[in-house]
């Protein structure tokens, strides 16, 4: 059997001529195996006929192997030679063909240096998309931190609309007064809030006597 890969060959037939070749080999084998038996039925029911034969069926087992064995060795031989004429004839695609797949090939060739040129630029190429991913992404979370500030910047301008329009109920409408308003009237809120917490305790110790 032939040890060259033939891998165009294997691109083109879908197979390796190698393949091809073993199967048929083994059919032919098969085929010499099953016309040996069919032999050896056919001869032990021609001797059957002859009552006094003392050929026994062992003896002629033993002849049909020994006949087998002489036939497969011719075999072999026969077939090394078709495997030959096969492979390097009607399995083998010449070295001046080029398949159709592989035109491309033919009308853009490169050799080594450039393909590893041009596998180096699609390295550099994909680290370049990496880092313009990475940084996109780091935009895109910039620009929602910037989103969340703006929207709490908006709410403290509303609030701020609220205070200047509480101020102008009140009749002040300068902010710093506006401002000392809010204060005065915090601490009045504050004081209000600890007279009415003396008063719940006052309240609390009374019931804890009674």
């Known amino acids: 059997m032939s040890v060259n890969p033939m891998a165009y060959e294997a691109q083109f037939f879908g197979f390796t001529p190698q393949t091809c070749m073993l199967r048929v080999y083994i059919a032919f084998q098969d085929y010499l195996f099953e016309m040996m038996l069919v032999v050896e039925s056919v001869i032990l029911k021609k001797l059957g006929g002859f009552p006094g034969c003392r050929i026994s069926p062992f003896q002629i087992r033993k002849s049909t192997e020994k006949f087998l064995l002489f036939m497969k060795e011719h075999f072999d031989k026969l077939f090394s030679k078709m495997e030959e004429v096969l492979l390097q004839l009607v399995l083998n695609i010449p070295k001046n063909v080029v398949l159709p797949e592989d035109k491309v090939h033919e009308q853009y060739p490169y050799t080594k240096e450039q393909f590893q040129a041009l596998q180096d630029e699609i390295h550099q190429l994909q680290q370049q998309y990496r ?29 701020f609309d609220g205070l200047d329009n509480i101020c102008r109920e009140h009749g002040t409408s300068n902010f710093k007064e506006s401002f000392a308003f809010l204060t005065q009237n915090s601490k009045k809120l504050q004081d209000v809030l600890k007279d009415v917490e003396e008063k719940s305790k006052k309240i609390k110790k009374h019931d804890q006597l009674f």
């Open 131 to 159: 880092a313009e991913a990475s940084a996109g992404q780091a935009l895109r979370a910039e620009l929602e931190e910037q989103k969340a500030v703006q929207a709490e910047l908006e709410k403290i301008l509303q609030w």
